[in-house]
């Protein structure tokens, strides 16, 4: 045997000073270790962890979501307790700090990312809108197309396309106004002061109840609630069924139509609003030189 296979091997079967049989050991403690942990979480915990979420009724989305996490940790599970099995605790100590500064190092890189990640799970678990929903957020508005994990695509009433990302609809106040199967709208005419109040509440509930799409009931209904500058403005309440961007709005023009027409018809005044400028100008000549 020469020098150097006598340096590597020894005498005795050993290798660097380790025997040989304790190598072999190890191996076969870290393969059975790792199996063991792999097989447990793949084939029992986490098609559990599916169905017990599919029985909770998330969606597909979260699912694959809670699905591929649930894989990188029990890889990482298997191999923390591979390493435990061969006797090397040492190792996990080294692993647990690498990965905690690598966490921390990621989060502080990514805090916007992880933050629209996170967003985008409670959206698709909370669900405040769906695909599909009308939704007014920040002073904008438009059509949700497409939720993401990220971002989500929203289409305005102007076709235009806005990715918005998803910390911003979790963060504000969101409103859905085709959420529920009705959707009450208000709208208040003003008339003059000379005008028959009677009859113009009469006239609105006649002309408002007779547009398509405007429900019988809970029927349409009128209250006198202010008194402006230069009319008596009176709000109209009226109920849609099963509204959407499309419907709600040409509904309430239809509504609001009718019932300006049906005042022409009475003769009952809608005035604009009216500014008196009081005051005096003072006019000084000057001579010339």
């Known amino acids: 045997m020469d020098p150097l296979t006598t340096l590597q091997f020894g005498l005795g079967g050993e290798l660097f000073g380790v025997s040989l049989s304790a190598l072999a050991g190890q191996a076969i403690a870290f393969v059975l270790g790792f199996l063991a942990t792999w097989a447990l979480g793949r084939l029992v915990l ?3 962890l599916v169905r017990l979420l599919q029985a909770r009724g998330f969606t597909e989305a979260l699912r694959s ?9 029990v890889l990482f599970a298997a191999v923390a307790v591979a390493f435990m099995a061969a006797g090397f605790p040492s190792f996990l100590t080294a692993a647990a700090t690498l990965s905690g500064a690598l966490a921390l190092a990621v989060g502080f890189a990514a805090q916007d990312l992880v933050g629209n990640f996170v967003a985008g799970v409670f959206i698709i678990k909370d669900k405040p809108f769906e695909v599909g929903d009308w939704i007014e ?5 438009g059509r949700v197309e497409q939720i993401d994990l990220r971002v989500s695509t929203v289409r305005t009433f102007d076709n235009e396309r806005i990715t918005v990302p998803n910390s911003d609809l979790a963060n504000n106040a969101i409103t859905n106004p085709v959420a529920y199967e009705r959707l009450r709208q208000k709208f208040v005419f003003g008339i003059g002061y000379d005008d ?10 006649e002309e408002i109840g007779a547009v398509d799409g405007v429900l019988d009931e809970p029927e349409p209904t009128t209250r006198v609630t ?11 309440r009226f109920w849609i069924d ?22 022409d018809d009475e ?9 008196q400028l009081v005051g005096e100008v003072d006019v000084t000549e000057r001579a010339e030189s």
């Open 196 to 205: 028959d109040i009677d009859l113009a509440r009469e006239a609105i509930v």
């Open 46 to 48: 986490v098609p559990l």
């Open 137 to 141: 957020w920040s002073g904008n508005s």
């Open 242 to 263: 099963n509204p959407d961007r499309g419907d709600y709005v040409a509904v309430r023009s239809d509504a609001v139509q009718q019932v300006k027409e049906r005042f």
């Open 226 to 236: 202010e008194l402006g500058d230069s009319a008596v403005g009176i709000q109209a």
């Open 267 to 275: 003769g009952i005044d809608m005035p604009y609003v009216h500014r």
């Open 65 to 73: 979501l809670t699905k591929s996490i649930a894989n990188a940790l």
